[in-house]
Each structure stands twice: as structure tokens, then as C-alpha cells.
């Protein structure tokens, strides 16, 4: 039965010798087998790097090298895919470290089944007969939707810690359950987790905040113990109670539920917005100003796992913020300028604040966001200027009557405001008449 429809690779598939076929494995046959579209193929076979070097000389297809000890390469056709032999994978005792030690080739399909981390991505698709091979029993998981390891869990899980986050990201992108005995194991190992690398933790991290089912997730990654070694900081809001007649739920639990009910573009500044609660209620007895005592534990939470810079001062300004006029009694003119000054991270964070919320477990909507998306619809009706960059003047024309240094600067600002609060008009007459006006004004003052 054809599970995966491409010409490309049925083509490829011709130039292996009947008794060393080409394979489809992992998730792609995974999510096939699930009846959802494959994007991303992992092929993988007998036949060693070298050896399809020589098969596909002179053909369309080119190999590159990936990584030639694990027996990976790149092969690139229209589109480009992983290649990687079978292999018998050993790694260095008591260490979660990802990276094998020692690779040794193999033949044997089975054997390599065995080392790879779940029965779920252990079935293999044979693309030229179209037959699916599922040595392990992985298709029986994927139907009952359930990981299990491949073999004994305490062994799968200890030669590399990175599985356990793994675990959770599949959880995170299927739904699955986890099989018990996996379970326990992961709980049992999960101070491995200590021997991976920042920046894979980060991009584990990073997916299980995408999935569908992250809620499920996340909790997941608190019952295991994962959050007290990859994010402390955020654990330490476990069990810290909210006033009840404003929040359902304890803090971590409300951030869980703000993380489902977010967008995936906004889900890390949502799991980080609340982080302050636990950390101000223990110090102050108040969680009076979490937001930017959350915004300081973000940018060392995300500096320690390297976040782009970019990516940091943008997801700190959205937790700093999305406190902002929580009580609705700011004045048109104060959010106006508000949302000028963050009109680039706008749209996120309104979506936090609703998803914030939702998150109460009371609320349905945010007053807060309603109101500062209506400000800024009045803004764009009134055609009114976003920044300085907006004004019909600039610094040339300033100059022009008579401003210098930081004068310019210094009056544009004035300006811009003065539009923003229509006292005056974004006209260069209106501008200039007022400009010449407090320049003559400065002057008399200086002469005094």
C-alpha cells in the first residue's frame, strides 16, 4: 500500500539493488500511517555513504556529507533529504550525552530498529515494493496512540538524555500516552537531562511550545521533574496559590493554561509572563510587581539557553508589558502612546492578554486588550503618527529655522506628541508655524 507519494523518491528508490532497498523511516511514516501529510522524509538503508556515492554517480541526484562517523549524508534532488545507514550505536556508560560514541554499520534492518527511541518512529516504508516493515510493533502504537521505547526504557532513555525531551515533544505534537514502564523511566532518569546542551534543550523546547497539545506537555514535564532542571525558575511558581476570586488555578498551572490558550508565535513570552509571581510572593507577600521581576528572570532564562538576542529583548518587552492598564483607567492619550512605542510587538501582546484571560479560569475576554485595540483603530482612522518617522516635518526643515543638536530631537518629540494628543495638526504649516513659534520662544528665554 502506497503511504507516501513521491515521484522523486520513487525514482531514487530504482538505483538501490533489490537486496539493499531504500527506506522511508521516522515520523514521516509515522504520520502517514496516521493519515496526515508528510513534509520532512528520513530515508535510510544498507547501503553505506560510499556506497551511494558510486550508485548515483552519473545520476540527478548529488550526496553530501552530513555527518560521515553516524553515516549520515544529504541527498539532494529537487528536493533534499537524510540519508543514514543502519547502524549499531553505542555510547559512553553512565552519560545522557547525545552523540554516540562508537558507530558500527550494520545490515540489518531489525538492529537498527532497536536503536532508535520510540516504536512509533521505528517503522520503516519500503518505497519501491511499498511495503511497511514494522519490526518492533510500532504500528499497534501508533494506532492505540502510545510511546513505548524500542527496548528496555532504562537503557533507551540513559544513552541519551535528549530522549526524554523527545518524549514530551511527541507527546506535545501527538496527544500519544505514555506507556508506563517509558514513564517511569523517564522520571527515573530525568537528571540526565543535565548532560545535554543548552541550545538542544532550547530546541526542544521550542517545539514542545508548538504542538497541539503542549497543555498535556507541560504537565507532563512538571510530574517528570523535567521543568526543576531545565527551567527552575519556572517550577518554583508550582503550588503558589492566587486570590481565588480572580484565579482558578495556582500560578503554574494558569501559566500552563496561558501557554495553551496562546498562539504558537507567542507561547514562550506566555510561559514566561507570570514566572515573577512565585519569586515577588515569597519576598513581598504580593505579587504587586511580577511582571517586571518576570522580565528579569526571562532574559536570564533565555540568555542561559541562548536565545537569539532579538528574540530575548522582544519576548522580555511582552512579559514587562503585559501588565499594562490591567485596571482599564489609563487615558486615551497614555495609550496612545503606549501603543506607538510597542506598536511592533502589538499583536502579541494583545494576544497575551487575552489568552492570559481566558486563563483565569473566569474571564472570557481582556477589557485591556478590547480597549488598547480600539485606541489603536481610532489611531489609524485619525491618521495619526506612530512615531517621529510619521511627522510631515524633519530635522533638515527644524534646522532650516534654526534648531541645532540635540534641539532637533528634542522637538520632534514635542511634536509628535502634540499630533498624537491632537492638539495639532500632522501638517508641515501647522508644524513649522509651531516649531518657528517655540524657537522664538527658547530665545527670548536664553536672553533673559
Given at each position: 500500500?502506497?503511504?507516501i507519494d513521491?515521484?522523486?523518491?520513487?525514482e531514487l528508490?530504482?538505483?538501490?539493488?533489490?537486496?539493499s532497498?531504500?527506506y522511508?523511516v521516522?515520523?514521516c511514516?509515522?504520520d502517514?500511517?496516521?493519515?496526515?501529510?508528510?513534509?520532512?522524509v528520513?530515508?535510510?538503508?544498507?547501503v553505506?555513504?560510499?556506497e551511494?556515492v558510486?550508485l548515483?554517480?552519473?545520476?540527478p541526484?548529488?550526496?553530501t556529507?552530513?555527518?560521515?562517523r553516524?553515516?549520515?549524508?544529504?541527498?539532494?534532488g529537487?528536493?533534499?533529504?537524510e540519508?543514514?545507514?543502519?547502524?549499531i550505536?553505542?555510547y559512553p556508560?553512565?552519560?545522557?550525552?547525545?552523540?554516540p560514541s562508537?558507530?558500527?554499520?550494520?545490515?540489518d534492518?531489525?538492529?537498527d530498529?532497536?536503536r532508535?527511541d520510540?516504536?512509533?518512529?521505528a517503522v520503516?516504508?519500503?518505497?519501491?515494493s511499498?511495503?511497511?516493515?514494522d519490526?518492533?510493533g510500532?504500528?499497534?502504537?501508533i494506532q492505540?496512540?502510545i510511546?513505548?521505547?524500542?527496548?528496555?526504557?532504562d537503557?533507551?532513555?540513559s544513552?541519551?538524555?535528549?530522549?526524554?525531551?523527545?518524549?514530551?515533544?511527541?507527546v506535545s505534537?501527538?496527544?500519544?500516552?505514555v506507556e508506563?514502564?517509558t514513564y517511569e523511566?523517564?522520571?527515573k532518569?530525568?537528571?540526565r537531562l543535565?548532560?545535554?546542551?543548552v541550545?538542544?534543550v532550547?530546541?526542544?523546547?521550542?517545539?514542545?511550545?508548538?504542538?497541539?497539545?503542549?497543555?498535556?506537555?507541560?504537565t507532563?514535564?512538571k510530574e517528570l521533574?523535567?521543568?526543576?532542571?531545565i527551567?527552575?525558575?519556572?517550577?518554583?511558581n508550582?503550588?503558589?496559590a492566587?486570590?481565588p476570586?480572580?484565579?482558578?488555578y495556582?500560578v503554574l498551572?494558569?501559566i500552563f493554561?496561558?501557554v495553551e490558550?496562546s498562539?504558537v508565535?507567542?507561547?514562550?513570552?506566555?510561559?514566561?509572563?507570570?514566572?515573577g509571581?512565585?519569586k515577588?510572593?515569597?519576598?513581598d507577600?504580593?505579587?504587586y510587581?511580577h511582571?517586571?521581576?518576570?522580565?528579569?528572570?526571562?532574559?536570564i532564562?533565555?540568555?542561559?539557553?541562548k536565545?537569539?538576542t532579538k528574540?530575548?529583548e522582544?519576548t522580555?518587552?511582552i512579559?514587562k508589558?503585559?501588565?499594562?492598564?490591567?485596571n482599564?483607567?489609563?487615558k486615551?492619550?497614555k495609550?496612545?502612546k503606549f501603543?506607538?512605542?510597542n506598536?511592533?510587538i502589538?499583536d502579541?501582546?494583545?494576544?497575551?492578554?487575552?489568552?492570559?484571560?481566558?486563563a483565569t479560569?473566569?474571564?472570557?475576554s481582556s477589557r485591556t486588550a478590547?480597549?488598547?485595540r480600539d485606541?489603536?483603530?481610532?489611531?489609524?482612522?485619525?491618521?495619526?503618527?506612530f512615531g517621529?518617522?510619521?511627522l510631515d516635518?524633519c530635522g533638515e526643515?527644524l534646522k532650516a529655522?534654526?534648531f541645532?543638536?540635540?534641539?532637533?530631537?528634542?522637538?520632534?518629540e514635542?511634536?509628535w506628541?502634540?499630533?498624537?494628543?491632537e492638539s495639532?495638526r500632522?501638517?508641515?504649516?501647522?508644524?513649522i508655524?509651531?516649531?518657528?513659534?517655540?524657537?522664538?520662544?527658547?530665545?527670548?528665554?536664553?536672553?533673559?
Open positions: 500500500m502506497k503511504i513521491c515521484k522523486e523518491l520513487e528508490a530504482e538505483y538501490f539493488p533489490g537486496d532497498p531504500l522511508a521516522g515520523g511514516v509515522r502517514a500511517i496516521r493519515g496526515e501529510k508528510c513534509y520532512d528520513d530515508l535510510s538503508g544498507a553505506e555513504p560510499h551511494l558510486e548515483l554517480a552519473g545520476s541526484f548529488k550526496v556529507s552530513a555527518s560521515p553516524l553515516g549520515t549524508v544529504i541527498i539532494k529537487k528536493d533534499s533529504y540519508y543514514t545507514t543502519f547502524r550505536d553505542s556508560s553512565d552519560s545522557g550525552v547525545h552523540t562508537n558507530v558500527e554499520f550494520t545490515r534492518l531489525y538492529t530498529a532497536k532508535r520510540f516504536k512509533c518512529n520503516y516504508y519500503e518505497i519501491k511499498e511495503k511497511i516493515i519490526p518492533l510500532g504500528v499497534d502504537d492505540k496512540g510511546l513505548s521505547a524500542t527496548i528496555d526504557p537503557v533507551v532513555l544513552q541519551d538524555g535528549l530522549r526524554i525531551l523527545r518524549l514530551v515533544r511527541f505534537a501527538l496527544g500519544y500516552e508506563s514502564k523511566s523517564a522520571k532518569l530525568v537528571s543535565r548532560e545535554i546542551t541550545e538542544r532550547r530546541e526542544e523546547l521550542n517545539r514542545i511550545l508548538a504542538g497541539k497539545y503542549c497543555y498535556k506537555a507541560l507532563m514535564m521533574g523535567i521543568l526543576k532542571i527551567l527552575p525558575e519556572l517550577a518554583f508550582d503550588g503558589i492566587q486570590k476570586q480572580y484565579h482558578k495556582d498551572e494558569h493554561k496561558t490558550y498562539p508565535n507567542v507561547r514562550l513570552a506566555a510561559l514566561f509572563h507570570d514566572i509571581k512565585g515577588c510572593q515569597v519576598q507577600g504580593n505579587t510587581m511582571n517586571l521581576v518576570g522580565a528579569d528572570l526571562t532574559s532564562i533565555m540568555r542561559r539557553l536565545y537569539p528574540q530575548i522582544r522580555v518587552r512579559v508589558s503585559h501588565m499594562y492598564d490591567v482599564g483607567d489609563a486615551e492619550f495609550c496612545r501603543i506607538a512605542k506598536l511592533d502589538l502579541d501582546l494583545l494576544a497575551l492578554m487575552q489568552a492570559d484571560c481566558l479560569g473566569y474571564l472570557q478590547k480597549k488598547l485606541v489603536y483603530e481610532r489611531m489609524v482612522e485619525k491618521q495619526l503618527p517621529i518617522k510619521q516635518i526643515d529655522i534654526g541645532g543638536g540635540v534641539e532637533i530631537g528634542n522637538m520632534l514635542e511634536l506628541l502634540l499630533t498624537l494628543a495639532i500632522n501638517e508641515k504649516r501647522h508644524l508655524d509651531y516649531a518657528k513659534a517655540k524657537f522664538k520662544k527658547n530665545r527670548r528665554d536664553e536672553d533673559k
